[in-house]
Protein backbone atom coordinates (compact mmCIF):
# COMPACT_ATOMS: atom_id res chain seq x y z
CA UNK A 1 0.00 0.00 0.00
CA UNK A 2 1.66 3.43 -0.76
CA UNK A 3 1.58 6.19 1.05
CA UNK A 4 -0.72 9.49 0.18
CA UNK A 5 2.07 11.56 -1.04
CA UNK A 6 3.06 9.00 -3.16
CA UNK A 7 -0.53 9.04 -5.09
CA UNK A 8 -0.67 12.81 -5.37
CA UNK A 9 1.62 14.71 -6.44
CA UNK A 10 1.82 18.20 -4.64
CA UNK A 11 3.57 20.62 -6.91
CA UNK A 12 0.99 19.30 -9.87
CA UNK A 13 -2.18 19.84 -7.09
CA UNK A 14 -0.86 23.52 -6.40
CA UNK A 15 -0.12 24.14 -10.19
CA UNK A 16 -3.77 23.35 -10.46
CA UNK A 17 -4.93 25.15 -7.97
CA UNK A 18 -3.02 28.62 -8.16
CA UNK A 19 -4.00 28.26 -11.96
CA UNK A 20 -7.75 28.05 -11.09
CA UNK A 21 -7.10 31.24 -8.68
CA UNK A 22 -6.02 33.16 -10.89
CA UNK A 23 -8.39 32.53 -13.75
CA UNK A 24 -11.21 33.04 -11.05
CA UNK A 25 -9.62 36.47 -9.88
CA UNK A 26 -9.01 37.97 -13.41
CA UNK A 27 -12.61 36.81 -13.89
CA UNK A 28 -14.46 38.59 -10.78
CA UNK A 29 -12.38 41.31 -11.18
CA UNK A 30 -13.52 41.59 -15.12
CA UNK A 31 -17.43 41.02 -13.87
CA UNK A 32 -17.05 43.81 -11.09
CA UNK A 33 -15.74 46.35 -13.63
CA UNK A 34 -17.49 45.45 -16.32
CA UNK A 35 -21.33 44.70 -15.51
CA UNK A 36 -23.90 46.63 -13.11
CA UNK A 37 -23.41 45.82 -8.97
CA UNK A 38 -26.77 43.64 -9.22
CA UNK A 39 -25.02 41.32 -12.21
CA UNK A 40 -21.39 41.51 -10.96
CA UNK A 41 -22.85 39.84 -7.54
CA UNK A 42 -24.85 36.95 -9.30
CA UNK A 43 -22.17 36.23 -11.56
CA UNK A 44 -19.81 36.55 -8.77
CA UNK A 45 -21.93 33.82 -7.06
CA UNK A 46 -22.49 31.53 -9.95
CA UNK A 47 -18.06 31.47 -10.69
CA UNK A 48 -17.65 30.43 -6.93
CA UNK A 49 -19.66 27.95 -6.87
CA UNK A 50 -18.24 26.54 -10.58
CA UNK A 51 -14.73 27.12 -8.70
CA UNK A 52 -15.38 25.32 -5.48
CA UNK A 53 -16.84 22.31 -7.40
CA UNK A 54 -14.21 22.05 -9.74
CA UNK A 55 -11.62 22.33 -6.66
CA UNK A 56 -13.40 18.83 -5.82
CA UNK A 57 -13.09 17.58 -9.06
CA UNK A 58 -9.63 18.44 -9.47
CA UNK A 59 -8.33 16.77 -6.10
CA UNK A 60 -10.95 13.44 -7.06
CA UNK A 61 -9.50 13.21 -10.72
CA UNK A 62 -5.99 13.74 -9.40
CA UNK A 63 -6.10 10.68 -6.67
CA UNK A 64 -7.62 8.57 -8.66
CA UNK A 65 -5.32 8.96 -12.06
CA UNK A 66 -2.23 9.02 -9.57
CA UNK A 67 -3.90 5.74 -8.44
CA UNK A 68 -4.12 3.63 -11.35
CA UNK A 69 -0.36 4.36 -12.16
Not at 9 to 33: K, R, S, V
Amino acid sequence: MSSLKEKIDIEELLAILFGMFLAGAILMWFFYTGFPEHAAVLTYLIIAVIFTILTVVAFVLLFLRKRKE
